[in-house]
């Protein structure tokens, strides 16, 4: 069973920019996955950053982006904020009205 | 706008069933699927599964297949997991949210309900 990879932790300098990526265990990521990226603080129910690879959702900010990188589906955050740490998921199409979440990274702004 | 409204919080003891609707307004309901996404305390999101709006077409997560139900009533503009033979791993907050692609289903999702907290306790 192909499992969806994400970086456990990550952390980034207030400013600063961060890409967190979306891979596969078994092979390589591409548009037809239709990657989305998802925000999430405890207690509340997922935000939506991201659909369809690079698709901001509505009133996400510009500092928010999708990409396909190396592979992998790729969110990249610019001028990282106090408030975007939180946690982040991915999830992937995987054909045949299935879909996979990633594992989920911690984001740490310090 | 968008709106995903699901009902309340259910205490459930082994073995029994809960059902979880999901009440959709501000867009045409037939047009876009709606998924069913769990959340187990300290842990992450699982896709369960999604039912087509409009045709009421489902697919479901292998892990569930045999005790997951996606039904939908147009009429009513609400989506309904049931989930069988429930078990204390089964304690989670369930969100319905939807998916963005009209008239079928993979880009992910773009509205989210509010989650409903599924205790299964003895």
């Known amino acids: 069973q192909t499992v969806v990879t994400q970086e456990p932790s990550f952390s980034v300098s207030p400013g600063g920019t961060v890409t967190l990526t979306c891979g596969l265990s078994?092979?390589?990521?591409?548009?037809?996955?239709?990657p989305s990226w998802y925000q999430q603080t405890p207690g509340q129910a997922p935000r939506t950053l991201i659909y369809?690879?690079?698709t901001r959702s509505s009133g996400v900010p510009d500092r928010f982006s999708g990409s396909i990188l190396d592979n992998k589906a790729a969110l990249t955050i610019t001028g990282a904020q106090a408030d975007d740490e939180c946690d982040y998921y991915c999830?992937?199409?995987?054909?045949?009205?299935?879909?996979?979440f990633g594992g989920g990274t911690k984001l740490t702004v310090l | 706008q968008v709106q995903l409204v699901q009902s309340g919080a259910e205490v459930k003891k082994p073995g029994a069933s809960v059902k979880v609707s999901c009440k959709a307004s501000g867009y045409t309901f037939p047009s876009y699927a709606i998924h069913w996404v769990r959340q187990a305390p300290g842990q992450g999101l699982e896709w369960m599964g999604w039912?087509?709006?409009?045709?009421?077409?489902?697919k479901y997560s292998q892990k569930f297949h045999g005790r997951v139900t996606i039904t939908r009533d147009t009429s009513a503009i609400t989506a309904y997991m049931e989930l069988r033979s429930l078990r204390s791993e089964d304690t989670a907050v369930y969100f319905c949210?939807?998916?963005?692609?009209?008239?079928?289903?993979?880009?992910?999702?773009?509205?989210w309900g509010q989650g409903t907290l599924v205790t299964v306790s003895s």
């Open positions: 078994s092979g390589s990521v591409s548009t037809s996955y239709y």
């Open positions: 999830v992937l199409y995987m054909g045949s009205g299935i879909s996979v």
């Open positions: 039912i087509n709006g409009g045709n009421g077409n489902t």
């Open positions: 369809n690879t690079n």
């Open positions: 949210a939807r998916d963005p692609r009209t008239l079928s289903s993979g880009w992910g999702f773009d509205y």
